[in-house]
């Protein structure tokens, strides 16, 4: 079965615009994570949506915002750019997430946002 | 808080020899999970093993094995025989079920570098 998918796999911004980033996970699942991974931080989590609810959430600024759609799909939006938003943002997805007996996470290639 | 510590930034080893990753964790739930993910240069995190914290058997797959302790609240990862296929970085993560719900703490990740 098809993976996780991310779109775009590559992304060069302007400091000040917005981006929006676009994940599907694989058929079935129903929980998708975001996580920003950079040299300096690691990686560190940003928010997990599950039907389409946002059920957990790290510790970003508000201009990192997120969605879910009804087919699961997840789209992750970074408003008024800032250098240090250059990043690897992955996606995870999960049959259930957390307090399943099937707790893995499968996750995507990632987008390389490139901020200038 | 939750916290996950790999003391080994990189190790570099010459084919076939054995190596282990270190990872210590840090935690107040009874029940979390213990993950280890490698990263290749492509950027995807591949999943390599989950262990609950009510399972201390250790395994062993193939050329992989995992030695989860408790007492030491250590999670290490041993690769015998390494390949220079094996090179990536390796990062070891806990989620707690009450605590961070579906949320993944990674360590700062061990470069592991195989030379033939």
């Known amino acids: 079965k098809a993976g996780v998918t991310q779109t775009p796999r590559y992304l060069i911004k302007t400091r000040g615009q917005q981006v929006t980033l676009s994940c599907s996970p694989i058929s079935g699942h129903r929980s998708v994570s975001w996580y920003q991974q950079t040299p300096g931080q690691g990686l560190q989590f940003l928010f997990e949506y599950f039907s389409e609810t946002q059920r957990n959430k790290g510790n970003f600024p508000g201009r990192f915002s997120g969605r879910q759609f009804s087919n699961s799909r997840s789209e992750m939006n970074v408003s008024t750019l800032e250098l240090g938003d250059s990043a690897l943002y992955l996606c995870a997805s999960s049959l259930l997430g957390q307090g399943t007996i099937d707790y893995g996470y499968t996750f995507g290639s990632g987008t390389r946002l490139t901020v200038v | 808080a939750q916290k996950v510590t790999q003391a080994q930034t990189e190790i570099s080893v010459v084919e076939k020899e054995d190596v282990t990753l270190d990872c210590v964790y840090e935690?107040?739930?009874?029940?979390?999970?213990l993950f280890w993910y490698k990263q290749p240069p492509s950027g995807e995190l591949v999943f390599l093993i989950r262990?609950?914290?009510?399972?201390?058997q250790n395994e062993i797959s193939g050329r992989y094995s995992w030695n989860f302790q408790k007492s030491t609240s250590s999670f290490n990862f041993t690769i015998t025989a390494s390949q220079v296929v094996d090179s990536a970085v390796y990062f070891c993560?806990?989620?707690?079920?009450?605590?961070?719900?579906?949320?993944?703490?990674f360590g700062e990740g061990t470069q592991l570098t195989v030379n033939p």
């Open positions: 935690t107040r739930d009874t029940t979390y999970y």
């Open positions: 993560a806990l989620s707690e079920e009450e605590t961070s719900g579906s949320r993944l703490t």
């Open positions: 262990r609950n914290s009510f399972d201390e």
